[in-house]
């Protein structure tokens, strides 16, 4: 029984997907984190370093353009592949210009360069996303998300840990000159892996590529409650650990202290959270995975409230990290394969594009104002009330439930 798990992790298909999700974690934080914690060096406000969540816009109307992926096949490489390297060699250009610009000096520069990494990394995630769902059963999107989540969590970890140690040695540019090279791997895996085939009834014009995808979603039953729920699913998660970084350096803990301890130390926490969250995903199912993981995640932001109220102390840090990458590794995983299961094959990226986008609304928009949330509730009462704010998604669990079958089939 033991083997045969371990057969079922180390396939090569799971391979591509943990080496996939590297490749689209490593931007996200480059424009999160560590770009926060170049700005609070530099002596930005912090209301400005909230309102920089704004540059990760693209994230949340990435559907717009991505029926282009659907509807058109590159020369080269398949419809999946060809576009993944075409934009994954742009992403690495954009990567380093963001870290030749001045945060202190011209901010607009540094927002707009900041733009241009979420937008190529959007497009990497729709094409990714994409190839996931078609490349893998609807046995194997359970682990198959989670091994995602996993190398997602490291390419975070290697943006996040690994750059705010480097910036404590190195000047910024160069930190993301090395994310920016980080990206080969992702190149590596898009000329290894096999192109899936192209389902039948794909789109055979743009107009079909737009307009379809959007008509077979919304004809469900429950459409509409379960874009809400992901809407909603992990937005107090999301709030908070959006200010965690200028919280860390606010305690008086160090960029190193932040990048060994805070991140490094929780990084076996998030992976251990995202194989147990793959395997009780195996046993258990989708919808009690979500609601389990779900109030998990809520109660691990307390653990931030915790660490407020008592101050600087790398032990109880430790902890709360931990628990909190545990839980938001399992959590992740549930909802990726969720979202993942409501698609239609025909319309794979522009469809999960659709639920991204969903997703990544609180970390855009519920996340730009958490700068003033900080300033006029202090730290304690913040992650407080960003624990209450997750509770409207557990809520909807058990009505989304009703109809998740018929609209995964």
Known sequence: MRFELWQQIFTPRMLVAFSMGFSCGVPLLLTLSLLQA????????????????????????????APIFDRYVPPF?????????????????????????????????????????????????????????????????????????????????????????????????????????????????????????LPPGRPRSLEEAVIQPFVDFFSRHQALLALLFILLYKIGDQMATTMT????????????????????????????????????????????????????????????????????NLSVLAAVIAFENLSGGMGTAAYVAYMASLTNKRFTATQYALLASMMGIPRVFASAPTGWMVTWLGWPMFFAVCTCIAIPGLLLIPRIAAGFHENSA
Request: charged letters at 15%.
């Open 38 to 65: 170049w700005m609070k060096e530099e002596g930005v406000s912090l209301e400005a370093i909230g309102l920089l969540a704004l540059a990760g816009l693209p994230y949340i109307v990435k559907f717009l353009w």
């Open 77 to 197: 490489l398949g419809r999946r592949r060809g576009w993944l390297l075409l934009v994954q060699l742009l992403l690495m250009v954009v990567i380093a210009l963001l870290g030749l610009s001045n945060p202190a000096r011209s901010p607009l520069a540094t927002g707009m360069a900041a733009c241009l990494v979420a937008f190529f990394s959007a497009s990497q995630d729709i094409i990714v996303d994409a190839y996931r769902r078609e490349d893998l059963s609807d046995r194997e999107l359970g682990l198959g998300s989670s091994m995602y989540v996993n190398g997602y969590r490291v390419g975070m970890l290697l943006a996040g840990s690994g750059g705010l140690i480097l910036a404590d040695h190195f000047p910024f540019a160069t930190v993301y000159l090395i994310m920016a090279t980080s990206l080969f791997v992702g190149l590596a895996t898009t000329l290894l892996c096999k192109e899936p085939p």
């Open 245 to 312: 970084t200028p919280f860390y350096l606010e305690l008086g803990f160090s960029k190193t202290q932040i990048g060994t301890v805070a991140k490094l130390f929780g990084f076996w926490a998030t992976i251990g959270g995202g194989v147990l969250g793959g395997l009780i995903l195996l046993r258990i199912g989708i919808m009690r995975s979500l609601m389990a993981f779900g109030v998990l995640q809520a109660v691990s932001i307390l653990g931030f409230t915790v660490l407020a109220l008592i101050g600087k």
